[in-house]
């Protein structure tokens, strides 16, 4: 049986699950993203690992500036770090509640006992939501809570940069570094 890998992605300001995407490409741009501690202990942190426990704020890799925030309702988004509510954009990085190895979940600071969740089974295009007072027990929410780190799919070229426009940010990266990069003059 194939079994297919999925990814949380940035799509037109909401977060979603897609399907793994090839490396080199704007998909998997869209698919990387940027964790900062609100905190860093004395340590240091090595690795998205040293994270858990800590609270963290998600950085769009590909619009600086941009966090993922809880949106209204139920719902995950991208907003603009100067105009979002920083308790909406802090979560904490804890154990995925699946217990499973390696797993994380994103429990969410501004509201006690309410994690980022996407339902199950997976599909692409999924949107992500925020589900709160979890029933323990519930195998179909653990899954859904749980999620796995991973090393980023795109890494920063040294002749990147960023544009700043009043719409927002862009993360400009030279056009060799993509397969499917597409522009116009």
């Given at each position: ?16 699950m ?54 209204t ?29 390696r797993s ?30 979890p ?51």
């Open positions: 049986m194939w079994e297919v890998s999925y990814v949380l992605s940035n799509s037109n300001q909401t977060i979603t897609e399907v793994l995407p090839k490396p080199e490409t704007q998909a998997a741009v869209a698919a990387t993203f940027r964790l900062l501690a609100t905190a860093v202990s004395e340590a240091g942190v090595l690795g998205p690992e040293d994270l858990i426990g800590s609270q963290v704020m998600i950085k769009l890799f590909d619009f600086p500036g941009m966090l993922v925030t809880q949106g309702g139920s719902s995950i988004a991208v907003q603009d770090s100067s105009s979002t509510d920083q308790a909406a954009s802090t979560f904490r990085l804890v154990y995925g509640v699946d217990r499973k190895p994380v979940s994103l429990r969410l600071e501004s509201i006690k006992g309410c994690f980022v969740y996407s339902n199950q089974p997976l599909k692409a295009e999924m949107k992500l939501r925020v589900e709160c007072n029933d323990a027990t519930d195998e179909k929410f653990k899954r859904g809570a749980s999620f796995r780190l991973s090393k980023a799919m795109i890494q920063y070229n040294p002749l990147s940069f960023v544009m700043s426009r009043t719409q927002g940010n862009f993360f400009l990266s030279p056009l060799n570094s993509f397969r499917d990069e597409t522009y116009n003059v």
